[in-house]
């Protein structure tokens, strides 16, 4: 809850990404709107949908964007002209980039070989190389997102090969970092994913309709079958013959981003083969293997804190309760203009019945601790509320490092574990126990054998990191 954007704006993931391709020409654009909507969780900054029709004007695009959620930018006025058997579509919180209408996804690019369309969830740690690669042969640039960077080596790479795939797998070897691609050309739609796989991407199928998704809880919003993951360092092609694939950079060494399935994947997704909610519940039952402590319940701090407070229910015996009332109604416009009510906005978010806590020894379960200020402020209001004691238990280990990989982690003295004990911050937000999930367990969560990145705890890159960005 520590990274809550509602409450405190301190921790968020990249974007989400969706594409459709309806091979007999039915339309795709109401499949992506509310399969956006399962998607909203990863950004809500910016969002917006791009279609064409494969058997219209070759290179035609319609787009809908803007700032703010899906119901804030999409209307029936504005999405009426919005027609096509093919689409991508995007929401985003602007990690790279600064939160502009200009850095808006899909991107749109016109050029030689007609159109190219591109969404991606991630970041690129060679962006700066190269972007200034193509700055020096004349490049122009209108946004500020590594996305362009993306595009503009696809199309260049187009320029040599035989088919817009093969450009994709030539311009990925240029790319270092993380990213999860959703492309549309004028006859194709292309999904392709980083060779370590640091984000997720999947593959679904309604109808006649070929789906790809960040999460495949998007393939449940639209009542798609999900097909399969795609494969870390693969590039898949939907055509009007059906799915492609290039496995040619896939790689062994793979460095999914463990925080997917710690907070940021909606708990009914599952991630190449795991889910996301069993992930959660393991956690809770780690912790209560390594942090026990005599209690009277268990209680979650919503959202994602509540499946890992089940599991060290499960686990240690100890009932669980519904501690917190979440107000579902804070958007992201919620406001906090003066300090006097920035100090009340996790009150606003989230309140406690004093009924489940009231002289009761209350472990707390949340899933990361960031800078500490909001985690002081809800075991507060549980002592407010008339809790004996209150344990806190995280369902993360420490934040240690910065991430370079798409998740905004922030950096030095903004991070409370960089220079503080774990005693000491359990001092500073007021706890009577602290725990955090061990490093060496995490694994534990997802199952062995599932490469996975924790450089933000253990600051173990798998790729090289710039000297610029250190």
Known sequence: MEHDSFITGELHEECGVLGVYDIEGNDVVSTLYYGLFALQHRGQESCGIAVSDTNGPKGEVMSCKGMGLISEVFTEENMEHLQGNIGVGHVRYSRSGENSIHNTQPLVLNYVKGTLCIAQNGCLVNTRKLREELEQTGA???????????????????????????????????????????IMSPRKLIGARDSFGFHPL?????????????????LNAVDAEFIRDVQPGEVVMID???????????????????????????????????????????????????????????????DSGNAAALGYALESGIPLGMAFVKNSYVGRTFIKPKQALRASSVRIKLNVLPEVVEGKRVVMIDDSIVRGTTSAKIVRMLKKAGATEVHVRISSP????????GVDVPTGDQLIAKNNTIDQIREMIGADSLGYLDVDRVGDMIGKGMGYCDACFTGKYPTEIPKEYK
Do not use: W
Not at 142 to 170: C, F, G, M, P, W
Not at 205 to 213: C, D, E, M, N, V
Not at 398 to 405: A, S
């Open 140 to 182: 122009i640039f209108q946004t500020t997102v590594d996305t362009e960077v993306i595009a503009y080596h696809i199309a260049r790479e187009r320029l040599k090969s035989k088919t817009v795939e093969e450009a994709v797998v030539n311009a990925m070897k240029k790319l270092v970092g993380a990213y999860s691609l959703v």
């Open 202 to 218: 999947c593959i679904g199928k309604k109808g006649s309709a070929y789906i790809l998704a960040s999460e495949s809880a998007a």
């Open 240 to 302: 009007k013959d059906g799915i492609h694939s290039d496995t040619s950079l896939c790689a062994k060494n793979h460095a999914r981003c463990i925080f997917e399935y710690i907070y940021f994947a909606r708990p009914d997704s599952r991630i190449d083969g795991v889910s996301v909610y069993n992930s959660r519940v393991m956690a809770g039952r780690i912790l209560a293997q390594t942090h026990p402590v005599d209690a009277d319940v268990v209680v979650g701090v919503p």
């Open 398 to 405: 420490p934040f240690l490092y910065p991430c370079y990989y």
